[in-house]
């Protein structure tokens, strides 16, 4: 099989209380082995496409062989997104980016506190499930987006630094309907460390 999954870089209650391990357990085990195996599934038939790495099937969809299209933007975004998820979070966060990656946020957003509401505001506001991402554009300037279902900014030549699943499986069994309070929880385990390793990179 040309994709696996990795295990988790942490133990799956690392997050709590902030992310409860029976979220973790089944995100990481059931969820995101659903897209990795559909993904796979996907290209057998083009085994051509074994070879190509994750990003560089996403970044370019219109290349993708139509049959296959959907499941690759839909199980490859997910398999994308979600190892990009388990890494951006940290049980041992540092709470606050510093160095370049603030001046940075203090550049596009005049400070963190700003750039944190309007993080959160896109990413209660997105209709349904998809995400929010921090994402580092073309040109060096760092903005907010979100995307819907498994859509990553990958895809659209944008860098991601940071990005918040906000499907219901993401929470629900812990907050319910409370999405912005997840979000809010959710910044206690933001790798800011990671995220400042992307900006630079
Ligand atoms: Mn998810």
Redesign the pocket.
């Known amino acids: 099989m040309p994709h696996t999954l990795a295990p988790l870089p942490y133990p799956n209650d690392a997050l709590e209380p902030f992310i409860d391990a029976q979220t973790m357990t089944l995100?990481h085990d059931k969820?995101?082995q659903t897209y990795v195996t559909k993904l796979n599934e996907a290209l057998e038939k083009h085994p051509e496409l074994f070879d190509v790495t994750l990003d560089v099937l996403l970044q370019d969809l219109s290349k993708i062989p139509e049959d296959i299209r959907t499941a690759v933007r839909n199980h490859g975004g997910?398999h994308w997104?979600?190892t990009f998820?388990w890494e951006s979070m940290n049980p041992k966060s540092n709470k606050e980016p510093d160095g370049s990656l603030l001046e940075g946020i203090n550049q596009a957003f005049e400070s963190y506190e700003k750039f944190q509401q309007a993080f959160a505001t896109a990413a209660a506001g997105q209709f349904g499930s998809g995400w929010a991402w921090l994402v580092k554009s073309p040109n060096g300037s760092l903005a907010i987006r979100t995307t819907p279902n498994q859509d990553t900014p990958i895809s659209s030549g944008e860098k991601p630094l940071l990005g918040i699943?906000v499907?219901e499986?993401?929470y629900y069994l812990k907050y319910q309907n409370r999405r912005p309070d997840y979000i809010s929880a959710w910044w206690n385990v933001v790798n800011w460390d990671k995220v400042s390793e992307r900006y630079a990179s």
Do not use: E, P, R, S
Request: hydrophobic fraction near 25%; proline fraction near 0%; charged fraction near 10%.
């Open positions: 995100h969820h995101h997910g997104n979600h998820f699943d499907w499986h993401a």
